[in-house]
């Protein structure tokens, strides 16, 4: 009998669920098996932000306390009371909804791992990632209730918080805004979020409404949401034009190199070795992979042959990370290194570290390449 089947069965299934609602997702873990922390790992007691802590990484959904955070103008304080949503600009019919009038629409829920685009950008920031039931109302029907007028090519969600960007002398006061094209924003896929694995979206997520694009970076899905707004120009502000722009050195057909300036858009594909335990002389390197349809993930030890790992099967969400491990046979004593790569249903390999596309790439942002992890075994 499956696992699944027995626990089904057995009615463990609701009761898990109402304790809570990541118990029941499986994790290929040994009971009893020790964690050998990587030497690479970064202390995490050297901040006091929350970032994932891959050591403890046990769980397909990671528990909101901790889910990792990023504001970058800090948590505003919103009034919850008075709250609603604006929809205006370029739409016939211009809107304000409350919580209640969005939570009284149909509710459409998505597992979806998401990931700060800056996630591996620097030695100390490997923990901006985590995997989330998220909760909500598709954010399309809303949009073509407010019937996006012929002219309007950009939908752009601001949020409450906001601070002062100085630009060529002059310094505004902007919220934060984050902007898609029309035919982006319309996927059916997008939801206004109010839900964050069962229970409502923690004001640090976002509360009480975000946006969440499945296969987007963290920075498209702009929390405390105020208004969403349509435009016939596109949207230049920081976090589309300034700030989250990759800079990137390329080489054309030709030989010609040039510099491609690109705003952060969809998740790269992306693995990740995350600990090492042994049990009675057995070792296991369990990872995650994501960014994209994940087809298979490969293990080096010590620069040697790609190892085929096993991917959890139990787990079959499309925009979650599949977890994997691998039995390591026999390390010897001493230290060792260990790099897994993704490979996507296309066929594309996550790049190396010293690739060309990884070294051309002059910002921190997209950091998908190949992570080599350090290890000693005593
Ligand atoms: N309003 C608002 N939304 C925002 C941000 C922000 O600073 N303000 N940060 C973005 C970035 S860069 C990321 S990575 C994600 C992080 O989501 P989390 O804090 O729920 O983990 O939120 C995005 N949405
Ligand atoms: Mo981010």
């Known amino acids: 009998m499956e696992r699944r089947d027995f626990l089904r069965s057995s009615g463990l299934t609701l009761t ?7 118990a029941i997702h499986a ?3 040994i009971e009893g098996e020790k964690l050998i922390p990587f030497l690479d790992q970064p202390p995490n007691s050297s901040s006091n932000r929350v970032l994932l802590d891959w050591n403890k990484f046990d769980s397909f959904i990671t528990p909101n306390d901790q889910f990792f955070n990023v504001s970058h103008y800090g948590k505003p304080a919103v009034d919850l009371e008075n709250w609603k949503l604006e929809i205006s600009g370029l739409v016939e019919n211009p809107m304000m909804l409350t919580i209640d009038d969005i939570k009284a629409r149909p509710k459409q829920d998505v597992t979806f791992t998401l990931e700060c685009s800056g996630n591996h950008g620097f030695p100390t920031f490997t923990g901006a990632i985590g995997t989330a039931k998220w909760g909500g109302t598709p954010l399309a029907p809303i949009l073509k209730e407010a019937g996006i007028k012929e002219d309007g090519i950009e939908v752009i969600f601001f949020g409450h918080d906001s601070g002062k960007e100085n630009l060529r002398k002059v310094t505004m006061q902007q919220n934060f805004a984050r902007s898609m094209s029309v035919e982006d924003a319309l996927e059916d896929t997008n939801l206004l979020c109010y839900e964050m694995n069962g229970v409502s979206l923690p004001h640090d997520n976002g509360a009480p409404l975000r946006l969440i694009a499945p296969g987007w970076y963290g920075i498209a899905c702009v929390k405390w949401l105020k208004r969403i707004e349509v ?3 596109r949207f230049m502000g920081r ?24 705003s952060v858009g969809r998740t790269q594909l992306k693995s990740l070795a995350a600990k090492v335990t042994v049990y009675n002389d057995e070792y296991r390197i369990y990872g995650a992979a994501w960014g994209a349809p994940i087809d298979r993930v490969e293990v080096s030890i010590d620069g040697g042959p790609w190892q085929i790992a096993t991917i959890d099967p139990e787990e079959d969400a499309e ?3 599949k977890i994997w491990h691998l039995n390591w046979e026999n390390p010897s004593k001493g230290e060792h290194t260990i790099v897994s790569r993704a490979i996507d249903t296309k066929g594309n390999i996550q790049p190396a570290g010293d690739s060309d596309y990884i070294k051309g790439k002059h910002t921190y942002w997209e950091s998908n390449g190949q ?3 350090k290890i000693n075994i005593e």
Not at 16 to 22: C, D, G, I, N, V
């Open 371 to 373: 992570v080599v992890r």
């Open 231 to 233: 435009r016939n120009t």
């Open 27 to 29: 994790f290929p873990k």
């Open 239 to 262: 976090f589309m034009a300034r700030d989250y722009v990759t800079m990137r050195k390329e080489t054309r057909p030709d030989g010609e190199t040039v510099w491609m300036e690109t």
């Open 319 to 321: 925009y979650a990370w």
């Open 16 to 22: 898990a669920f109402m304790l809570s609602p990541w």
